[in-house]
T-cell receptor, first 112, second 114 residues
Framework: AQSVTQLGSHVSVSEGALVLLRCNYS??????LFWYVQYPNQGLQLLLKYTSAATLVKGINGFEAEFKKSETSFHLTKPSAHMSDAAEYFCAVSEGNTPLVFGKGTRLSVIA | EAGVVQSPRYKIIEKKQPVAFWCNPISGHNTLYWYLQNLGQGPELLIRYENEEAVDDSQLPKDRFSAERLKGVDSTLKIQPAELGDSAVYLCASSRGGNGETQYFGPGTRLLVL
């Protein structure tokens, strides 16, 4: 069964600094991988999705993630953090016709 | 295009009372999901519908939880009776299909059981 591990329940960065949120997955078949963002009292919003078309996936709001099969990783990055990026970020994996399995989330704080 | 609509947004009830949540998916989305999100955790699937059919309800606590999706559009999730441990956010999501399709989430219903 597929699973997701997000390293670091809380990450704090300065405004303008690099954002790196880590995600490692376990899957027996080529997976679909997702990053979602959740702002307080809101539902989840899709940031980006990997579907095997390209290993580097660009998403909304300047975020991108790179699929590395050898490392079973799908880390999320953004070159320069903005105050509005403060939120909860979830990595998720699906093996196609299986339920989406989410990590426990990483809370990103951005310090002015 | 309207997003996934959920109501109510917040609900406070006493334990042992019943409660129901409603979800209207994005138009044209055949697949509908109900998730449970506990504080500080990622969402966990409760049930998945393909049109009117519940194709995955293995994680739904059937002794107290029930769900329906009449006519393959709107869906209702019910808890009867509610317990203190049911306090959480209940998220509804929809997608065009089930195979790796992007799921679009509603704002959720925050339930507090006293």
């Amino acid at each position: 069964a597929q699973s997701v591990t997000q390293l670091g329940s809380h990450v704090s960065v300065s405004e303008g600094a690099l954002v790196l949120l880590r995600c490692n997955y376990s899957s027996s078949v080529p997976p679909y991988l997702f990053w979602y963002v959740q702002y307080p009292n809101q539902g989840l919003q899709l940031l980006l999705k990997y579907t095997s078309a390209a290993t580097l996936v660009k998403g909304i709001n300047g975020f991108e993630a790179e699929f590395k099969k050898s490392e079973t990783s799908f880390h999320l990055t953004k070159p320069s953090a903005h105050m509005s990026d403060a939120a909860e970020y979830f990595c998720a994996v699906s093996e196609g016709n299986t339920p989406l399995v989410f990590g426990k989330g990483t809370r990103l704080s951005v310090i002015a | 295009e309207a997003g996934v609509v959920q109501s109510p947004r917040y609900k406070i009830i006493e334990k042992k009372q019943p409660v129901a949540f409603w979800c209207n998916p994005i138009s044209g989305h055949n697949t509908l999901y109900w998730y449970l999100q506990n504080l500080g955790q990622g969402p966990e699937l409760l049930i998945r519908y393909e049109n009117e059919e519940a194709v995955d309800d293995s994680q739904l606590p059937k002794d107290r939880f029930s769900a329906e999706r009449l006519k393959g559009v709107d869906s209702t999730l019910k808890i009867q009776p509610a317990e203190l441990g049911d306090s959480a956010v209940y998220l509804c999501a929809s997608s065009r299909g089930g195979n790796g399709e992007t799921q679009y989430f509603g704002p959720g219903t925050r339930l507090l059981v006293l």
